[in-house]
Each structure stands twice: as structure tokens, then as C-alpha cells.
């Protein structure tokens, strides 16, 4: 299996680069090394950034692929000096784009942040209200929630609830369902005021095991027998209660969110 070397270069945080690394997935016959190289605004910085190259390359006996996000054109024409295989979002995507709209874009750092604006506000008040209301941890302000997952433990709830406040603004609460549930055969009272909001996880009992199981090997909790019957009492408590779930077994927190978003937009249009 061939080996690259993928760098994620920019002069901010990085997060908009990053976001291209996506198109890897499409490439699964490669091994790709991830190094990301965020603030690098200063020629100084720059020269580092080609000695990473150089070496990647050396080590690979493959040239680099260089993803970059810079608005300084002197930047981008010093970094471009380097013997790699560059995906520059300025000359792909922004500068034609102005071009098409007969404006010059705006360049440097933390145009995402400026730009955005109330938008980025708002994702930052999502992610302390999901942090907050992780696991259960409060039942307070979930009429603020604007999705609850549900789901056993460890089907992956905290990162699809996280996902949804980074990405998105969305207020996400997530409660495990735990065996105190499982006897009452309903969910917590305090959840059955939000039925509108709630989300179910499911995942295969093989794949829960695995998950458990490195976390607390060899225990009750982590058994398959228990994983199984864990998931059937859940599954049947959410089909009783009215509630969509989906299986997050092969699904990434992007596929996840997607189903949920589309459910949510349903029934806010119900």
C-alpha cells in the first residue's frame, strides 16, 4: 500500500483545510500521514513548513500532498517552491470566485470567524450548552435542546452531539439509557416532555463489545450477552415511545448528523 504524506497548512487555525482532508476517504488504497501545520503566517514559518515537505518526501520516496489555506500571495508563492502536490483553496476555489462576482476577496487570518459572525457566536454557545448536558449530566435547560440523543452507552452519542454543535449551532443534550430505564420500561420523566426533540442510537451488539470491551475488558458491561440485551430492551423502549433512531455501527458523525438534521427539519415543518 503506498504511503503519503498529507499537510494541512494555513495561516489561521487550519479548520477550513481541514475540512478538504475528506476527499482521502475516496483513496483507501493509500496510507495518508496527516501533519497539520495551522498559524503559519510569517516567511520564517513558511521555511519550516518546506523543511517538513522535503523530509515527507525523503522518508516516502513520494512528493507530499500539500493542502493550503493562505491569503498572502507571498506565501503561497514561496510555500509553492516546495516539490509537492498542492490543492491551494485560493486559486481553486476563492479567487475564481472572484473573478465571477468582480470582487477581491478579503485575505488573512480569521476571515472565517469575521465573516461568520453571529453564526460563529452561536456555534460557541451550541458547544457549551452540549458539553454541559454530555451523558446525562444535567436534565436543566433541556427545553433549550434542540435535539436529545438517546442510546445505550458508548454508541456514540458525545461525538454525533458535539459534531452537531461545531458544525451546525445545534443545541445537543445526549442521556444514556441505563438499567434503571431498562426496568421501568419508559424513558425519564424529565425526557418525555421533549419526545418532539429526541434521537435514537442503535449499534450491533458485536461492535458494542469491542467498544466496551477496551474500555473495561473481561466485565459484565462489556460482554457480549450484556451488549445484546442492552440494545433489543433499548430498541424496544424507543420503538414504544415513538422515537426515529439509526444505527450508528457504519456510520461516521457526519452520515449521523445528516439523518438527524433531515429528521429534525421534518418535524420542525410537521
Known amino acids: 500500500m503506498q504511503k503519503r504524506t498529507v499537510f494541512f497548512i494555513s ?30 503566517d510569517t516567511l520564517d514559518k513558511i521555511k519550516l513548513a518546506q523543511e517538513a515537505i522535503a523530509h515527507a518526501e525523503e522518508d516516502d520516496s513520494h512528493r507530499p500532498v500539500v493542502i493550503m489555506s493562505l491569503g498572502d500571495m507571498k506565501l503561497r508563492t514561496s510555500l509553492k517552491e516546495s516539490n ?28 472565517a470567524h469575521s465573516v461568520m459572525g453571529t453564526k ?3 456555534r460557541m454557545e451550541a458547544i457549551n450548552f452540549t458539553l454541559n448536558h454530555d451523558d446525562g449530566m444535567t436534565n436543566s435547560g433541556l427545553e433549550e435542546a434542540q435535539v436529545i440523543l438517546v442510546g445505550v452507552s458508548r454508541c456514540g452519542k458525545t461525538p454525533t452531539s458535539v459534531y452537531l454543535a461545531m ?32 434521537f435514537g442510537l442503535t449499534i450491533k451488539p458485536e461492535r458494542l463489545h469491542a467498544v466496551r470491551n477496551e474500555r473495561r475488558a473481561g466485565s459484565f458491561y462489556a460482554s457480549l450477552d450484556n451488549c445484546k440485551k442492552e440494545i433489543a430492551t433499548a430498541e424496544n423502549l424507543m420503538r414504544n415511545a415513538g422515537i426515529t433512531w439509526a444505527d450508528s455501527t457504519s456510520r461516521s458523525v457526519e452520515e449521523l448528523s445528516a439523518i438527524i438534521l433531515e429528521k429534525t427539519r421534518k418535524s420542525a415543518n410537521a
Do not use: C, M, W
Open 11 to 40: 495561516d489561521g487555525t487550519g479548520i477550513t483545510a481541514g475540512a478538504l482532508g475528506k476527499l482521502l476517504e475516496h483513496f483507501p488504497s493509500t496510507t495518508f500521514a496527516q501533519v497539520r501545520l495551522p498559524f503559519t
Open 120 to 122: 460563529y457566536n452561536d
Open 84 to 111: 509537492a502536490y498542492f490543492i491551494d483553496l485560493f486559486n481553486a476555489f476563492i479567487d475564481p470566485l472572484g473573478i465571477e462576482l468582480a470582487q477581491k476577496p478579503l485575505t488573512g487570518a480569521g476571515i
Open 167 to 198: 458544525q451546525f449551532g445545534i443545541k445537543a443534550a445526549n442521556y444514556p439509557l441505563i438499567p434503571e430505564d431498562f426496568e421501568r420500561g419508559a424513558l425519564p420523566a424529565a425526557l418525555l416532555k421533549h419526545t418532539d426533540k429526541i
